[in-house]
């Protein structure tokens, strides 16, 4: 009979710890499993704002302040939006009990007092609150540094989440049915056209002109120096000694849009000549237009050749060679 009041303190002592183990963060589970917005997201207003961060708490919660009314203009709000509903969803399907993670959104509209309070003027604004059960810098709220020029994806957002804290996001986009569609609707539409339009198109296939065309296009584009442009990204021209423009860079590892450009129609006229002489010149009747032909052909190969020797010797004076009309 002695130790019936000690039951009855200990039962009491209890009852009293588990209706107190955080009362308020099964209230906030609650609200994200019902939540008006996405599913796992709880909407905030300055109330519950307050009622979430207080400590103490033994959860963590992360928090995007946002602005989504198309008053305030916030581009960025409205495109990132889509992304923390994904991380939250995809935390609630993963936990639908939270597990010690909470996501809200607080928007300025029904949080200006929240926003005042703590010397917000732009949005979004993303931030975490780690457990804790009092305000120190251990706890401190964390803040994540979005890029302005472009939308921030929810696994950038998942992998700040993960580092600062304990819980591992993992993202679960839905599959995008449209896409699907769409990739479909590409293909067959793509089929059908090339099976209507294969009987006018098939001689242009079969050409070995245009295959000679599309050949010789590419070997002048690679070999003035196209792909090396990308690469480096050289300049087009640069300013030169006395305020002139220089368009041809010295050493042979070294080059100007311009200079590629140069050399890709010296090439490219080069080989017109070639092709002319091999296969225009024997099908002239006249000899004597042949003749001409066969020379003027000839002297424009000699002008090009001495003016691309020209150049090698402007990129390196120590170029041995050269070729009459043009001597660098």
């Not at 302040?65 to 939006?81: E, I, K, N, Y």
Request: net charge positive; glycine share 8%.
């Amino acid at each position: 009979m002695r130790l019936l009041p000690f039951l009855t303190a200990f039962t009491s002592l209890l009852s009293l710890s588990v209706a107190q183990k955080p009362h308020k963060y099964f209230t906030f589970t609650d609200l994200a499993s019902s939540s008006k917005g996405a599913k796992g997201t709880v909407l905030l207003n300055d109330q519950l704002f307050g009622e979430l961060t207080t400590a103490p708490r033994n959860y963590t919660s992360v928090i995007l302040f946002t602005a989504l009314d198309p008053r305030f203009g916030c581009v960025l709000c409205r495109d990132f939006q889509p992304e923390f509903d994904i991380l939250g969803s995809s935390w609630h399907k993963e936990h639908p009990n939270g597990d010690g993670l909470i996501f809200g959104v607080l928007d300025f509209s029904v949080g200006k007092g929240t926003f005042q309070r703590l010397g917000m003027s732009t949005a979004p604004i993303l931030m975490i609150f780690p457990p804790g059960n009092t305000l120190s810098a251990e706890n401190a709220p964390k803040k994540f540094d979005f890029n302005p020029n472009d939308i921030t994806p929810a696994e950038a957002v998942a992998r700040w989440v993960t580092t600062s804290s304990k819980h591992t996001v993992t993202i679960h986009r839905p599959f995008n049915y449209v896409k699907l569609f769409t990739f479909i609707g590409g293909i067959v539409g793509t089929a059908t056209m090339s099976k209507l339009a294969y009987p006018y198109i098939a001689p242009a296939l079969y050409s070995r002109n245009l295959w000679a065309a599309v050949s010789l296009v590419a070997v002048l584009l690679f070999t003035s120096g196209h792909m090396f442009n990308h690469i480096r990204k050289v300049p087009y021209v640069v300013q030169g000694r006395g305020g002139g423009v220089s368009y041809i860079a010295s050493g042979f590892s070294n080059q100007f849009g311009l200079e590629t450009q140069i050399v890709a129609v010296v090439y490219a006229v080069l080989s017109f000549s070639a092709i002319a002489l091999c296969l225009k010149m024997p099908r002239m009747e006249s000899s004597g237009k042949q003749k001409i032909a066969v020379m003027a052909w000839n002297l424009v190969l000699l002008v090009l050749f001495s003016f691309l020797m020209s150049i090698f010797k402007m990129k390196n004076g120590a170029y041995p060679f050269f070729l009459p009309p043009l001597i660098a």
